[in-house]
């Protein structure tokens, strides 16, 4: 039987199932890299302001 080894971290599974499964753990982590980048990226261009608390 052939098996399926996930191509981020070359952990191999026994269905075609499982490894979709296990992929979105790492499809997750890319996307979040992905926002974080673009925040990154972002703020450098726009940096923020300190907040400013309002003191009543
Ligand atoms: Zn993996």
Redesign the pocket.
Known sequence: MRMHQ?Y??E?LFESKEQLYE??EI?SDIERNKEIMDRKKKAEERDPVKPKVKKVE
């Open positions: 996930c981020y971290c952990q296990h992929v790492h």
